[in-house]
């Protein structure tokens, strides 16, 4: 067999086909929008507008995306992951409140927060890629807000990674639900004032959508990594059966 078809051969039996990479989910919908940001904007507009943001970069990269929720239609937690079932990783874009009792001070609050769950399948890697896009949004200044760790009814979810400002956070639906590697993101804290400027408008979202879709990229390599590694242990388990 000519070489190039063996390489190619060794290509397909090592990589599972996925059918995009990266699912970008719209938090959110217009009928349930989340959040009103100190400015006045629906969470979920700020949500639609970043993921174009991350998606312009992540064809910029040739990395392959769907957009999920961006007509702000959709009501339904599963039917995002449904959709999204046969792509390598899941990532759900969100910006962030406070406690009620803590919005008259909500400008003590601010930074992005990183959500992992133990339920998901994939949580290994699920965690590798929330740490690399963690180092991204570090590096771009970016700081962690660390308030979901607070032990209060409602907050209480676990450092992952304190550094990183990486929670467990085991219930949330589209992580449970995804089958592959899933990281919610929360850009920054859209109550307080100061911090919705941080992470929206045109340099806001494109400081924090370059982090982003940087952390993504790097988080494939480890998803086709982790795939190929698999895919030899079959081969090999099938070849000593
Ligand atoms: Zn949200």
Redesign the pocket.
């Known amino acids: 067999m000519p070489i190039q078809y063996l390489l190619l051969l060794c290509s397909l039996l090592t990589f599972p086909a996925y059918a995009v990479d990266v699912a970008l989910d719209v938090?959110?919908s217009r009928r349930n929008s989340?959040?009103i940001s100190a400015s006045g904007i629906p969470?979920w507009e700020l949500n639609r507008q970043l993921a174009e943001e991350v998606a312009g970069r992540l064809e910029q990269m040739n990395v392959s995306y769907r957009l999920i929720g961006a007509d702000g239609a959709m009501e339904v937690l599963t039917e995002r992951t449904d959709l999204a079932r046969h792509d390598a990783f899941f990532i759900s874009l969100?910006?962030d409140s406070v406690q009620p009792a803590w919005l008259e001070r909500a400008d003590r609050y601010s930074g992005y927060a990183l959500f992992v769950s133990r339920l998901n399948p994939k949580i290994g890697e699920s965690l590798a890629c929330a740490k690399e896009i963690g180092d991204r949004l570090l590096a771009a200044g970016f700081k962690p807000s660390l308030y979901h760790a607070a032990p209060i009814e409602g907050e209480n979810r676990p450092f992952a990674d304190r550094s990183r400002g990486i929670h467990y956070y085991d219930g949330l639906a589209v992580l449970r639900t995804a089958r592959q590697p899933a990281v919610l993101i929360e850009a920054g804290v859209a109550v307080n004032p100061e911090d919705e400027i941080r992470v929206t408008g045109k340099a806001g979202r494109a400081r924090v959508a370059e982090a982003v879709s940087r952390g993504v990229a790097d988080c494939l390599r480890i998803i086709r990594a982790h795939a190929s590694e698999r895919s030899v242990r079959n081969r090999n388990k099938t070849k000593t059966e």
Do not use: F, I, T
């Open positions: 938090g959110h989340g959040v969470e969100h910006h």
